[in-house]
């Protein structure tokens, strides 16, 4: 015979074989363990939602310097002057000026 099945009838024998007040107390601890795992197993849910919230708006984020940063890099093929690119995109001064010597 199959041993977790062996065990599983020898479990439940055992459990028949105890009083009421007994069986009372094993269902209320099944169910308090049964009810924690519910709880983190939700919290994990919740916290993978989180991270990946998180992580789009990151992406979004990066996204939208790396289209401020492509156009200044045009912005200066074209010669237009820093502080134009300042104001038009919001990068700093600094960040342009790194732009403008990897073109």
Same mark, same amino acid.
């Given at each position: 015979?199959?041993?977790?099945?062996? /065990?599983?009838?020898?479990? &439940?024998?055992?459990?028949?074989?105890?009083?009421?007040?007994?069986?009372?107390?094993?269902?209320? *601890?099944? /169910?308090?363990?049964?009810?924690? /795992?519910? *709880?983190?197993?939700?919290?994990?849910?919740?916290?993978?939602?989180?991270?990946?919230? %998180?992580? +789009?708006?990151?992406?979004?984020?990066?996204? +939208? !310097?790396?289209? %401020? /940063?492509? &156009?200044?890099?045009?912005?200066?093929?074209?010669? !237009?002057?820093?502080? &134009? +690119?300042?104001?038009? &995109?919001?990068?700093? !001064?600094?960040?342009? %000026?790194?732009?403008?010597? !990897?073109?």
């Amino acid at each position: 015979m199959n041993e977790p099945m062996l /065990k599983k009838a020898m479990d &439940t024998l055992e459990f028949l074989s105890q009083d009421a007040a007994a069986r009372m107390a094993y269902n209320a *601890r099944m /169910k308090a363990l049964s009810d924690e /795992k519910s *709880r983190i197993e939700g919290a994990l849910e919740e916290g993978i939602a989180k991270g990946i919230e %998180k992580g +789009i708006e990151q992406g979004i984020e990066q996204g +939208i !310097v790396q289209g %401020k /940063k492509e &156009t200044a890099i045009k912005l200066l093929a074209l010669g !237009v002057d820093i502080r &134009t +690119i300042v104001e038009a &995109t919001g990068l700093s !001064v600094e960040l342009i %000026k790194a732009l403008s010597s !990897v073109q």
